[in-house]
């Protein structure tokens, strides 16, 4: 199978008509591709929440102060 690369070479080096009638043969054929991916249903995605659902529910607000809390407690230590 050629490259992108390579067709695209190829297709430069013709003639502005020939470059039209590549283009008049080319279309139908994306066109079709496009209007087949269309009829399909699209692909469900999992929403952020449903994948986090396993961890269960968030630690509250009192929760987050209380841990602030108890975290900074010692803060500052006195050196000795």
Request: hydrophobic fraction near 40%; charge should be negative.
């Amino acid at each position: 199978m050629a490259t992108l690369e390579a067709v695209l070479a190829q297709a430069y080096d013709l003639s502005t008509r020939d470059k039209l009638r590549l283009i008049e043969r080319v279309t139908p054929k994306i066109e079709e591709e496009i209007r087949s991916r269309q009829d399909q249903p699209a692909k469900a995605y999992r929403s952020l929440w449903g994948i986090c659902r396993s961890l269960g529910s968030a630690p509250s607000a009192d929760d987050i102060d209380q841990a602030r809390q108890q975290m900074w407690a010692g803060f500052p230590r006195d050196v000795e």
